[in-house]
């Protein structure tokens, strides 16, 4: 399953949830924008296992991390490092199969490699175009 929302922390830091079943082997992928300052994510088992456990700055994170089989998981915004701040943040969370999540991954890639392909033949017709109009301005000055 999966969320999303808005999630405000106090001092005692804030945001988090508890996830129910397990799976098999599978994958949390997450995103999340925080507007100012920074926060703690982490990503921790029942067990006491920690996966993620970060100090991230503002700006969107992006990332994912492979789950034990039948884990319980919880994630936390932690925003005990600040006694007076409040946090806004936007996420998404989602548990989905190891395959499908490579499977995204893999496509991901090969549209990051067109669009950079893309950019790359632009700017080879904007160099080429420059050059062109470079040539007819010499060529009217002589």
Same mark, same amino acid.
């Given at each position: 399953?999966?969320?999303?929302?808005?999630?405000?922390?106090?001092?005692?830091?804030?945001?988090?949830?508890?996830?129910?079943?397990g799976?098999?082997?599978?994958?949390?992928e997450?995103?999340?924008?925080?507007?100012?300052?920074?926060?703690?994510?982490?990503?921790?088992?029942a067990?006491?296992q920690?996966?993620?456990d970060?100090?991230?700055? !503002?700006?969107?994170?992006?990332?994912?991390?492979?789950?034990?089989? !039948? %884990? =319980?998981?919880?994630?936390?915004?932690?925003?005990?490092a600040?006694?007076? =701040?409040? =946090?806004?943040?936007?996420?998404?969370?989602?548990?989905?199969?190891?395959?499908?999540?490579a499977?995204?991954? %893999?496509?991901?890639?090969?549209?990051?490699?067109a669009?950079?392909?893309? %950019?790359?033949?632009?700017? %080879?017709?904007?160099?080429?175009?420059?050059?062109?109009? =470079?040539?007819?301005v010499a060529?009217?000055?002589?």
């Amino acid at each position: 399953g999966g969320g999303g929302g808005d999630g405000g922390g106090g001092g005692d830091g804030g945001g988090g949830g508890d996830g129910g079943g397990g799976c098999g082997p599978c994958v949390l992928e997450y995103a999340f924008s925080l507007d100012e300052h920074s926060i703690r994510f982490v990503v921790s088992c029942a067990d006491g296992q920690v996966l993620v456990d970060e100090l991230v700055d !503002n700006g969107d994170v992006h990332g994912s991390v492979e789950l034990p089989v !039948n %884990a =319980r998981v919880s994630v936390c915004f932690d925003n005990a490092a600040s006694w007076v =701040r409040g =946090r806004s943040i936007k996420y998404a969370l989602a548990v989905v199969p190891r395959e499908t999540s490579a499977a995204t991954a %893999a496509v991901r890639s090969l549209q990051l490699a067109a669009a950079a392909a893309e %950019a790359e033949a632009t700017a %080879a017709a904007e160099v080429a175009a420059l050059a062109s109009w =470079r040539r007819d301005v010499a060529e009217a000055q002589a």
